[in-house]
């Protein structure tokens, strides 16, 4: 009888089956959101003095980082980073360490974000690689195109609070104009489906 069943199991991969269910299939359910790199000269408010750390390995240091438009620091503050014109690098920010200038977008590991490739996930393990498998309702279909291309790798984490469960955030680079959260692309999927590869 172990024979048969050997032989079933046999058949059935090589027909493409599989014996045991797929525990890494699609799954309904996620909500999915995008972030960005900010860009200081797309923002025009009050300039504001920021403080904090001239290098990555800093916490909530008391440095003058210079002064930028507030609505700049509020989007660096959101996202978690932004492109500086004024001056050559990156204003970062996470919640554990405050601002600080860098010469790349960071991740809460330390590594450079790469748009179209880093992602966020509460519960996923870093290094996990995942691919958006169907859109749900909220993204035009350009725009679903786009976020469900590439497969994503989880590199970077929420601020604490707001991720949870079935919550994905993929990071697309840098805003491309004033009115950038107005942009398509600046979407919320609801009901995604993913799959962890």
Known sequence: MRRVWLLVAALLVAAG??????????EGGWLVTVYYTAVENVHHGARTRVTGCRVIDCEHGDSDLGRYPADFVDAVRTEGTGRLTSRRGYL??????????????????????????????????????????????????AVCARLSGPTWVIA???????GGARHLDLYI??????????????TTLHDAVVRVL
């Open 17 to 26: 089956c599989s014996a045991v269910p797929d525990d890494r299939a699609p």
């Open 173 to 186: 680079g840098e805003e491309t104009g004033p009115d950038f959260t107005e942009d398509p692309l600046y």
């Open 156 to 162: 970077d984490e929420f601020t604490p609070g707001l």
């Open 92 to 141: 970062n920010w996470s919640h554990d360490k405050g601002f600080w200038l860098d010469s790349a977008p960071r991740g809460a590991d330390g590594g450079a974000l790469v748009p179209f490739r880093t992602a966020a996930g509460d519960g996923l393990a870093r290094g996990t690689s995942v691919r958006v498998a169907g859109c749900g309702r909220g993204a035009e279909s």
